[in-house]
């Protein structure tokens, strides 16, 4: 059973907008959050208490949020107050407001365009074919999440020690993030024979495996290189830490395929190793270079861990609830490739049928669509975005250490997208 607590969370993303404290464009530097600070304070929502009264329409469990002095709150994302008001509301009563990640991101838009021209000249151009295959995979598309949390994290625990900008290495240790990340990529694709990558075809498929799993390779080297001249022996460690992760990610996957006896927590080991350790690893590391202590570290690297955990739940709940032409790829892909999730593990403790048709590998004609509609009828799905919810809710705690900024909001609204994803 979820507890209320994770319910709290259902509420991030409309107090940040009702209270007047979202993320906007006006407030892309450092000396303009000051003045949102002033704003804020001045109507009771800053570092302090925040003044909030919540009512409900009749009829409907929809609820609003306003800056009046009836009832109080700080803007933790897991207050008694929240709390309380969130009993009864579910996933399909998330929020009024959905968050884009365009607009997540905007308060860090000017770091990802510099990120952005920087990728391909980093790669370097000693190789054209690897140059075309690093082309490929970044047109591809994608959210840039991984370096716009290095960034936020950045930016928040800076103005924690009143840093009045980034450094190269904040911005360093971005660009080496999102070149680990598009490396698993391009091996992943390789290892699970997938033809389209966001809609697009693939490097694999385009250049041959061969070219693939070099450029793969060439950008991890490439990527250790630049983590070894950031000169920092902690974040060395622990980027390296993910590398290493990555690897034992996948082996643990391909050697409990088709295994109906996985449990819970081999999932979520498996999910940390290969989504939530790079999550983790960019947080920390983005405290790190600002300076920040072993405290304010630590809670970045719980951050960055249980939303990743939060969001791998969450892509693997969609890869059941969303067409093909949404995903990019074929519907129940994962549990066609005898990968079991959290929406199969739990919908086999209440649906033996399902076992029997998983370990036979779908052999018989239809048994791979009726394995789905089992996975969607037997409460598969709604177990699973309870354990997204208990997972983003730690995520959303472990924000308290941070002081109020238009880049801690948009951390708090990151964990908000994040679940509506699937409400």
Known sequence: MMSVTSKSVDFVGKNLVSCGCSSNASFHRYNKVRNFHAKVNSKGCGNGARKLVCSKKKNTPQYR???????????????????????????????????????????????????????????????????????????????????????????????????????????????????????SLIHDDVLDESDLRRGKDTVHQ???????????????????????????????????????????????????????????DEYLTKSFLKTASLIAASTKGAAVFSGSDTSITEKMYEYGKNLGLSFQVVDDILDFTQSAEQLGKPAGSDLAKGNLTAPVIFAMEKEPKLRDIIESEFSEIGSLDEAIELVKSCGGIERAQELAKEKADLAIQSLQCLPQSVYRLALEDMVTYNLQRIA
């Not at 990555?246 to 996985?262: M, R, T, Y």
């Open 65 to 183: 949020v306003s800056s009046m002095d009836t009832a109080e709150s700080t803007l933790n994302g897991g207050t008694q107050a929240i709390k309380d008001l969130a009993k009864g509301l579910n996933l399909k009563t998330y929020s009024e407001t959905p968050i884009s990640p365009s607009r997540l991101f905007e308060v860090v838009s000017d770091d990802l365009q510099t990120l952005n021209k920087n990728l391909l000249s980093i790669v370097g151009a000693e190789n054209p074919v690897l140059v075309s295959a690093a082309e490929q995979i970044f047109s591809a598309g994608g959210k840039r999440m991984r370096p716009a949390l290095v960034f936020l994290v950045s930016r928040a625990t800076a103005e924690l020690l009143n840093l009045e900008d980034l450094t190269i290495k904040h911005r360093r240790l971005a660009e080496i993030i999102e070149m680990i990340h598009t490396a």
């Open 206 to 264: 385009m250049f041959g495996t061969r070219v693939a799993v070099l450029a793969g390779d060439f950008m991890f080297a490439q990527a250790s290189w630049y983590l070894a001249n950031l000169e920092n022996i902690e974040v060395i460690k622990l980027i390296s830490q993910v590398i290493k992760d990555f690897a034992s990610g996948e082996i643990k996957q391909a050697s409990s395929l088709f295994d109906c006896d996985v449990q819970l």
